[in-house]
């Protein structure tokens, strides 16, 4: 079912004369599997869930013995219901460990074909009992559609979901699995193609893609009625692009309603320094007098803007070189605080239908669906890097607060990789490569372990409750334009044998808060030890997006399995 190794266009590309230039370094992963990936979740255990090319298929993937990444092991997961094979989804990590899925911009027909949706089909998988249960949606005529909708976990734990044809908005409780629909009072515009970025302070910002160069700030409350919307100022760049689908009419609901695709906007990230870096799609060739921000011609120059959260103020940022855009691309922050950013190629094709449509095709093709399509002349799933035209290479930088630094290692040929944040700090690229970045964390950035309530030793399939400062991170670390922002603000208990160096990752869940960058306050979360965890001394870490804690000497003894109270 699996095979080892892909054609290594990254591997090849650091080959060039640009790899010199290269601070990271990306080493293939051994074990992938054969239809790739779509995008994947890093799991409280520390293992990762990806969905499968064939997009009702899923895998979970754990780090080796030693906690690489790179030669870990791939195992199918349970599959989708058959009745929900979505495409371009929200959803993320929950505070008690299982994965929301929600929406779908497209979804797979019984002809193999995708088709616009925005289905507001969503369901729950249980990493422990491997299962996907539906979900219902919030309740209203604003939740019928739902698609690509933006979401964020707010510090109390609940889900925010955005509509995306409306300023609606919800949120859900984990521990019931129950929506309230909650107030969006002087929410500007809809939804669609925005992306949400949690602050320091607990509130949410956002740039305003039909009302831009304004941002706002989303201020929650414990009541759903007094939830309302702030300004958050102007961006002093145009970060949204229109796409050349902006001036189509994209039918949906059996051909009774019309959506009008605002464009793209890039990614935005959270810093260890509190502000947030957001990168901009492409598109400064504009169109006639009628329609004067119609992308006519895809030629751009794509900018970037940094909001300061202690100020509220905005300033350009480096534009992104050579006619590259970051609009639907991906970004995670780096332990050394740096984020590490996508573009994707000029000249690729802005409607997104047709791409996710190529896409599918392609991995049909290369997983032998098809004889036909497979023996068809022309086809290549996975191009040489040495033939690969500049206008197929998606690129990665490293913004480092001032400039953004080429990293040709981690550039792929052909196909747009997904960024995930590992907790060795090491980015996945689409579980076909591991990025790792050069530098290192401040320990200001350290996770903290205050105390920890019973002695040092632990029993393997043991609960404890650890407390500490900054358990979460300084940052939800990962994020894309809209959908897909997998975010990863949680605590993972990490535990070294000191014997044989073996690493294991006890569960986490029930985390005292989903805040970012927390300080000096007192945080918790509760982690089962694994049952077959090996004796002897042994050192704890607290990880948070990549960066742990200064490590804990404990004592694994063979025991009766003990619950902290």
Same mark, same amino acid.
């Given at each position: 079912?699996?095979?080892?190794?892909?054609?290594?266009?990254?591997?090849?590309?650091?080959?060039?004369?640009?790899?010199? %230039?290269?601070?990271?370094?990306?080493?293939?992963?051994?074990?992938? *599997?054969?239809?790739?990936?779509?995008?994947?979740?890093?799991?409280?255990?520390?293992?990762?869930?990806?969905?499968?090319?064939?997009?009702?298929?899923?895998?979970?993937?754990?780090?080796?013995?030693?906690?690489?990444?790179?030669?870990?092991?791939?195992?199918?997961?349970?599959?989708?219901?058959?009745?929900?094979?979505?495409?371009?989804?929200?959803?993320?990590?929950?505070?008690?460990?299982?994965?929301?899925?929600?929406?779908?911009?497209?979804?797979?027909?019984?002809?193999?074909?995708?088709?616009?949706?925005?289905?507001? #089909?969503?369901?729950?998988?249980?990493?422990?009992?491997?299962?996907?249960?539906?979900?219902?949606?919030?309740?209203?005529?604003?939740?019928?559609?739902?698609?690509?909708?933006?979401?964020?976990?707010?510090?109390?734990?609940?889900?925010?979901?955005?509509?995306?044809?409306?300023?609606?908005?919800?949120?859900?409780?984990?521990?019931?699995?129950?929506?309230?629909?909650?107030?969006?009072?002087?929410?500007?515009?809809?939804?669609?193609?925005?992306?949400?970025?949690?602050?320091?302070?607990?509130?949410?910002?956002?740039?305003?893609?039909?009302?831009?160069?304004?941002?706002?700030?989303?201020?929650?409350?414990?009541?759903?009625?007094?939830?309302?919307?702030?300004?958050?100022?102007?961006?002093?760049?145009?970060?949204?692009?229109?796409?050349?689908?902006?001036?189509?009419?994209?039918?949906?609901?059996?051909?009774?309603?019309?959506?009008?695709?605002?464009?793209?906007?890039?990614?935005?990230?959270?810093?260890?320094? +509190?502000?947030?870096?957001?990168?901009?799609?492409?598109?400064?060739?504009?169109? *006639?007098?009628?329609?004067?921000?119609?992308?006519?011609?895809? #030629?751009?120059?794509?900018?970037?803007?940094?909001?300061?959260?202690?100020?509220?103020?905005?300033?350009? +940022?480096?534009?992104?070189?050579? %006619?590259?855009?970051?609009?639907?691309?991906?970004?995670?922050?780096?332990?050394?605080?740096?984020?590490?950013?996508?573009?994707?190629?000029?000249?690729?094709?802005?409607?997104?239908?047709?791409?996710?449509?190529?896409?599918?095709?392609?991995?049909?093709?290369?997983?032998?669906?098809?004889?036909?399509?497979?023996?068809?002349?022309?086809?290549?799933?996975?191009?040489?890097?040495?033939?690969? *035209?500049?206008?197929?290479?998606?690129?990665?930088?490293?913004?480092?607060?001032?400039?953004?630094?080429?990293?040709?290692?981690?550039?792929?040929?052909?196909?747009?990789?997904?960024?995930?944040?590992?907790?060795?700090?090491?980015?996945?690229?689409?579980?076909?490569?591991?990025?790792?970045?050069?530098?290192?964390?401040?320990?200001?950035?350290?996770?903290?372990?205050?105390?920890?309530?019973?002695?040092?030793?632990?029993?393997?399939?043991?609960?404890?409750?650890?407390?500490?400062?900054?358990?979460?991170?300084?940052? #939800?670390?990962?994020?894309?334009?809209?959908?897909?922002?997998?975010?990863?603000?949680?605590?993972?208990?990490?535990?070294?044998?000191?014997?044989?160096?073996?690493?294991?990752?006890?569960?986490?869940?029930?985390?005292?808060? %989903?805040?970012?960058?927390?300080?000096?306050?007192?945080?918790?979360?509760?982690?089962?030890?694994?049952?077959?965890?090996?004796?002897?001394?042994?050192?704890?870490?607290?990880?948070?997006?990549?960066?742990?804690?200064?490590?804990?000497?404990?004592?694994?003894?063979?025991?009766?399995?003990?619950? #902290?109270?």
């Amino acid at each position: 079912m699996f095979r080892k190794s892909l054609i290594l266009a990254a591997a090849l590309l650091a080959g060039t004369s640009l790899g010199a %230039m290269a601070a990271g370094t990306v080493t293939p992963v051994t074990n992938v *599997p054969l239809d790739g990936v779509i995008y994947g979740f890093l799991l409280t255990d520390g293992s990762l869930l990806f969905q499968g090319g064939l997009l009702q298929d899923f895998y979970r993937f754990k780090p080796d013995s030693k906690g690489s990444y790179v030669n870990g092991t791939l195992y199918p997961a349970a599959a989708l219901p058959p009745n929900y094979i979505p495409y371009a989804t929200s959803g993320g990590v929950l505070p008690d460990g299982r994965v929301l899925l929600i929406g779908g911009e497209y979804e797979l027909l019984s002809n193999n074909t995708l088709t616009f949706s925005f289905t507001n #089909q969503m369901a729950i998988y249980d990493p422990n009992a491997d299962t996907w249960t539906m979900v219902a949606p919030p309740f209203g005529p604003d939740w019928a559609f739902i698609g690509d909708s933006p979401w964020s976990l707010l510090p109390n734990g609940h889900l925010l979901l955005g509509s995306k044809f409306t300023t609606a908005m919800a949120e859900l409780d984990p521990k019931t699995l129950t929506w309230t629909n909650v107030s969006s009072f002087a929410k500007d515009d809809v939804f669609a193609e925005e992306g949400l970025t949690l602050l320091p302070n607990g509130s949410v910002l956002t740039v305003n893609m039909t009302d831009f160069p304004f941002a706002q700030r989303f201020i929650p409350n414990p009541d759903p009625s007094k939830t309302r919307w702030a300004d958050a100022g102007k961006t002093p760049v145009r970060l949204p692009a229109t796409d050349t689908n902006g001036s189509q009419n994209i039918i949906y609901d059996n051909g009774m309603r019309v959506y009008h695709p605002p464009g793209e906007i890039g990614p935005a990230i959270l810093r260890p320094d +509190g502000t947030v870096f957001n990168s901009g799609a492409a598109c400064t060739i504009k169109g *006639p007098s009628t329609d004067p921000d119609a992308c006519v011609t895809y #030629q751009p120059t794509a900018h970037t803007a940094i909001y300061a959260t202690k100020t509220g103020t905005w300033t350009a +940022g480096p534009d992104l070189p050579g %006619m590259q855009g970051a609009g639907d691309t991906w970004s995670s922050l780096l332990p050394n605080g740096n984020v590490l950013v996508q573009t994707n190629p000029p000249g690729i094709t802005n409607d997104k239908l047709k791409r996710a449509n190529a896409r599918y095709a392609n991995i049909r093709k290369a997983t032998g669906h098809l004889a036909a399509e497979a023996a068809a002349p022309g086809f290549a799933p996975e191009a040489a890097a040495t033939a690969c *035209p500049p206008t197929s290479i998606w690129r990665l930088y490293e913004f480092n607060g001032a400039s953004l630094i080429p990293e040709p290692a981690g550039s792929m040929c052909n196909n747009q990789p997904s960024l995930l944040l590992l907790p060795t700090g090491e980015v996945m690229l689409n579980l076909n490569f591991v990025y790792k970045s050069s530098g290192t964390f401040s320990n200001m950035w350290r996770p903290t372990i205050t105390s920890f309530l019973f002695s040092n030793n632990v029993n393997p399939g043991g609960t404890y409750q650890i407390f500490g400062r900054q358990l979460n991170g300084l940052s #939800q670390a990962n994020a894309f334009g809209d959908e897909f922002q997998v975010a990863t603000n949680f605590p993972l208990v990490r535990i070294i044998n000191d014997a044989t160096g073996d690493v294991s990752y006890a569960r986490t869940y029930n985390f005292s808060t %989903m805040a970012v960058a927390t300080g000096s306050a007192i945080v918790s979360t509760w982690f089962d030890v694994p049952t077959d965890l090996e004796t002897g001394d042994s050192k704890l870490e607290v990880v948070a997006n990549g960066i742990p804690s200064l490590p804990m000497p404990i004592t694994v003894v063979a025991g009766p399995k003990l619950t #902290q109270k």
